[in-house]
């Protein structure tokens, strides 16, 4: 996220703080600005506003490829990439 506009970043944000089961976090040298990834899935896109990433969170949010269903996002890191 280090080269994703601030907007978008707190879209981002702001999106996974409505979720349980949903986390953002910064990585540096990804292939993509941003890089949504669930258990043997993954989505490059270029920009938090792609509808793509909502069908692919409605897709694989708690879906079948879950391996622990109700496990939440919890315990991740507060570091940024500044």
């Given amino acids: 996220m280090p080269d994703l506009p601030a907007d978008q970043v707190e879209q981002?944000?702001?999106l996974a703080g409505t979720e349980d089961y949903l986390m953002v976090s910064p990585y540096q040298d990804q292939?993509?600005?941003i890089v949504a990834t669930t258990w043997n899935n993954q989505l490059e896109i270029s920009s938090a506003d792609d509808s793509a990433l909502a069908e692919f969170i409605d897709t694989f949010l708690q879906?079948?490829?879950t391996p622990e269903p109700g496990a939440?996002?919890?315990g991740g890191t507060?570091?940024?990439f500044e």
């Fill in 31 to 33: 292939t993509s600005p």
């Fill in 72 to 74: 939440t996002c919890m």
């Fill in 78 to 80: 507060t570091e940024t």
């Fill in 12 to 14: 981002l944000r702001s």
């Fill in 63 to 65: 879906g079948p490829q």
